[in-house]
């Protein structure tokens, strides 16, 4: 199965505007049942949406997504610039994705995931479109490379290999079978070897909260 490539349509050989989702060449059949059935809108999120969010995270995720790896990443960090999805359905949030800055080695790259629908909207393609369009706007944004901790069954349809996360170490225990990479650039990974770091911009009130509390105790 080959990788999804994303890229903007064209019409009349001419590139078309670029509108979210259904603009991508779909070379992958996680994609084959979605395309053409928008049932939900799908969009960045507003701070608005955070309380809702981290709701559908602790149902999906459970108490103990705090302590994963991954969130040594996320932790007191701003998602990237227009990669916070938010999946509403008349409004009320049903699946979030966001991405966020890493150096894996030397290498610019994005951490993808939490990724969750809500329970009641599970296998109707809602992940595949949180996905698809997590990565156009990636791939459009010039972020050249993608790594994630996930089930490969899940993510490999998108592409992901372990292949690319074989030189690089996470800053914690992990699955490694689960570290996951795609380059949405050919090469992007090759070099990449060392310890992934996170990158983001400070979340400032985060981050103040964080030292107040290692203050306190
Ligand atoms: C993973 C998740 C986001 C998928 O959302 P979704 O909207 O149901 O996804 P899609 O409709 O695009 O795909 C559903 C398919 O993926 C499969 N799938 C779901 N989670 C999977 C996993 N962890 N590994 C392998 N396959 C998985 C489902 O069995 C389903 O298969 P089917 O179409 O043959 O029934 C959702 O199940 C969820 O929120 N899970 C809890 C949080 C989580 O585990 N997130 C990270 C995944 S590693």
Redesign the pocket.
């Known amino acids: 199965m080959r990788a999804i490539v994303p890229r903007p349509s064209s019409i009349n050989g001419r590139e078309a505007p670029i509108t979210p989702i259904s603009n991508f060449d779909v070379d992958a059949s996680?994609f084959a049942q979605?395309i053409g059935k928008p049932f939900l809108a799908i969009a960045s999120e507003t701070p608005a949406d955070s309380g809702a969010r981290e709701r559908l995270l602790d149902e999906?995720?459970g108490a103990a997504r705090s302590g994963k790896t991954a969130e040594r990443l996320r932790a007191g960090r701003l998602p990237a610039q227009g990669l916070a999805l938010a999946a509403k359905d008349a409004g009320k949030l049903i699946?979030s994705l966001r991405m966020w800055h890493i150096l894996a080695g030397e290498v610019s790259a994005l951490l993808l995931?939490?990724?969750?629908?809500a329970k009641a909207?599970?296998?109707?393609?809602?992940?595949?479109r949180l996905m698809g369009e997590a990565l156009f706007r990636a791939a459009r944004a010039g972020h050249k490379a993608v790594l994630l901790v996930?089930?490969a069954?899940?993510?490999e349809p998108f592409g992901f290999s372990r292949r690319h996360t074989l030189g690089l170490v996470l800053p914690g225990p992990v699955d490694e079978a689960r570290f996951l990479g795609l380059e949405l650039k050919g090469g992007a990974l090759q070099a990449a070897r060392g310890v992934v770091v996170a990158a983001g911009a400070r979340d400032l009130p985060a981050y103040r909260g964080a030292i107040e509390f290692r203050r306190a105790a």
Not at 121 to 128: E, F, K, N
């Open positions: 996680a979605v999906a995720f699946g995931g939490p990724l969750a629908a909207y599970r296998s109707r393609g809602l992940g595949r996930g089930d069954a899940y993510y």
